[in-house]
T-cell receptor, first 114, second 112 residues
Framework: KQEVTQIPAALSVPEGENLVLNCSFT??????LQWFRQDPGKGLTSLLL?????REQTSGRLNASLDKSSGRSTLYIAASQPGDSATYLC?????????????FGKGTKLTVNP | ETGVTQSPTHLIKTRGQQVTLRCSSQ?????VSWYQQALGQGPQFIFQ???????GRGNFPPRFSGLQFPNYSSELNVNALELDDSALYLC???????????FGSGTRLTVV
């Protein structure tokens, strides 16, 4: 059974700092890994999607890496801003069963202080 | 039409009642999934539909059921509501292949 763990559960940093969020998964048989942002009480916004054959993806100040063999992904946020404050969720799509479901971690709650 | 739209945004129901939540996906999104997110937890997979057929189900009882329609809309039905069903319900859709999921803003269900 695929399990996804995100560390740390919460993180508070001053504005301008570069930071890394970690995600680990137990089974390397995945189609892809996706990072999402969730504001309080809201839905999920997709940030980056990494296919199993890829090593990283970049979008603006965000960079996500994938090491499938070790079951790890990191989300790097450069020059953090107060508007980056949210919960960041990592999800993998396991290569098992007929559906392409997502298995999520519990998220990392990020607070960027002005 | 772009985006995934869910309705209603908030709902309060009494234990034992039935509820229907609705989702309108983007044109061409043949795959739709529903997730339940309890407070402080990651979303949990309920089930998935592909071209109007259920093709995957998570660890949820049969009182959770769904439908997908040809116009890319879908429904999540929950019968005999329990207090633990209180959660944010998220709909997600995709076209398939290399594309990821697009999520709606969710429906906050409170069972009292």
């Amino acid at each position: 059974k695929q399990e996804v763990t995100q560390i740390p559960a919460a993180l508070s940093v001053p504005e301008g700092e570069n930071l890394v969020l970690n995600c680990s998964f137990t089974d390397s048989a995945i189609y892809n890994l996706q990072w999402f942002r969730q504001d309080p009480g809201k839905g999920l916004t997709s940030l980056l999607l990494i296919q199993s054959s890829q090593r990283e993806q970049t979008s603006g100040r965000l960079n996500a890496s994938l090491d499938k063999s070790s079951g790890r992904s990191t989300l790097y946020i450069a020059a953090s801003q107060p508007g980056d404050s949210a919960t960041y969720l990592c999800a993998v799509s396991p290569r098992q069963g007929g559906s392409e479901k997502l298995v999520f971690g519990k998220g990392t709650k990020l607070t960027v202080n002005p | 039409e772009t985006g995934v739209t869910q309705s209603p945004t908030h709902l309060i129901k009494t234990r034992g009642q039935q509820v229907t939540l609705r989702c309108s996906s983007q044109s061409g999104h043949n795959t739709v999934s529903w997730y339940q997110q309890a407070l402080g937890q990651g979303p949990q997979f309920i089930f998935q539909y592909y071209r109007e057929e259920e093709n995957g189900r998570g660890n949820f009882p049969p009182r959770f059921s769904g439908l997908q329609f040809p116009n890319y809309s879908s429904e999540l039905n929950v019968n005999a509501l329990e207090l633990d069903d209180s959660a944010l319900y998220l709909c997600a859709s995709r076209t398939g292949g290399i594309y990821g999921y697009t999520f709606g803003s969710g429906t906050r269900l409170t069972v009292v």
